[in-house]
């Protein structure tokens, strides 16, 4: 067995075995989430107390919901690596492409599930993880905007006769 395919076979091995998590964990982080925003969150901003209950609830949702929203991350992380792995590799560019593609997708994962349970804690948390996501985000989607900026400025304007 030549060392490409023994080195395919454990990446192979590795996302047979991290997908199914990184799936488990993002069903459970939207679960959390959704609980949260729909029901938790609402149902505590309806209680009349001297204290409001729903900077508390939201934090409370936000630690569980990150708890597995971080898992699912590293696992995502893991899928996607070895994803990269094991495709076949057409060109170096188009790996690229998959790899900040999925972890630019992972930023927006987060950013989804973390930016609005932040913004009923306090609207300033949701404002600075608003700014956080964005900058991330656009770590990742620098090489895919600039491949495509790319592709189009190779592209030669067709001439009519």
């Known amino acids: 067995m030549s060392k490409r395919t023994q080195s395919s076979t454990n990446f192979g091995v590795q996302f047979r075995s991290s997908f199914p998590s990184f799936i488990l964990n993002l069903l459970m982080t939207f679960l959390m989430w959704l609980y949260g925003l729909a029901i938790f969150i609402p149902l505590s901003s309806l209680v009349s107390s001297p204290l ?3 900077p508390i609830v939201s934090s409370i949702f936000f630690v569980a919901t990150m708890y597995f929203l971080v898992r699912a991350v590293l696992d995502g992380k893991r899928t996607v690596d070895s994803y990269v792995q094991i495709a076949p590799t057409k060109s170096q560019s188009r790996l690229l492409v998959i790899k900040n593609g999925g972890y630019g997708g992972l930023v927006l994962l987060t950013g989804i599930a973390v930016i609005p349970l932040s913004w009923w804690i306090h609207p300033v948390f949701g404002g600075i993880t608003l700014v956080g996501i964005v900058v991330v985000g656009m ?6 905007i600039q491949r495509a900026v790319e592709r189009l400025a190779s592209h030669q304007p067709r001439r009519s006769k």
Not at 139 to 144: K, N, V
Request: glycine share 0%; proline share 11%.
């Open 52 to 54: 409001s209950l729903t």
């Open 139 to 144: 770590f990742f989607a620098t090489p895919l």
